[in-house]
C-alpha cells in the first residue's frame, strides 16, 4: 500500500471512501439497494405522495417527541 505522502488526491478519495463504507458497514450492516427503473419518472403527484406516506416512518405510541428529546440533552 502506498503512503499517504505518495498518493495522488484521487487516491487518496478513494482510500477515504471505502475506509468509511467499511466501518459505516460494520457498524449498520448492508443496505439493500432498490433496482434502478424508469418507471418512477412518470407517476403522478398522488402515486409520489401515496409512496411517501406508505414509506413514512411512525414512532410507536408513548415515544417521547424530538422536542422532549431535545430539552433532556440540553438538561444534561
Not at 9 to 28: H, N, S
Not at 40 to 69: C, F, K, M, Y
Request: proline share 5%; aromatic share 6%.
Amino acid at each position: 500500500m502506498a503512503t499517504i505522502a505518495n498518493m495522488t488526491l484521487e487516491d487518496l478519495k478513494r482510500f477515504v471512501e471505502a475506509t468509511l463504507d467499511e466501518r459505516l458497514t460494520r457498524l449498520l450492516g448492508v443496505f439493500e439497494s432498490p433496482d434502478e427503473s424508469d418507471d418512477d419518472d412518470n407517476l403522478t403527484w398522488d402515486e409520489i405522495r401515496a409512496a411517501v406516506e406508505q414509506h413514512r416512518w411512525t414512532p410507536p405510541p408513548g415515544a417521547r417527541s424530538s422536542l422532549q428529546l431535545l430539552r433532556e440533552d440540553r438538561e444534561r
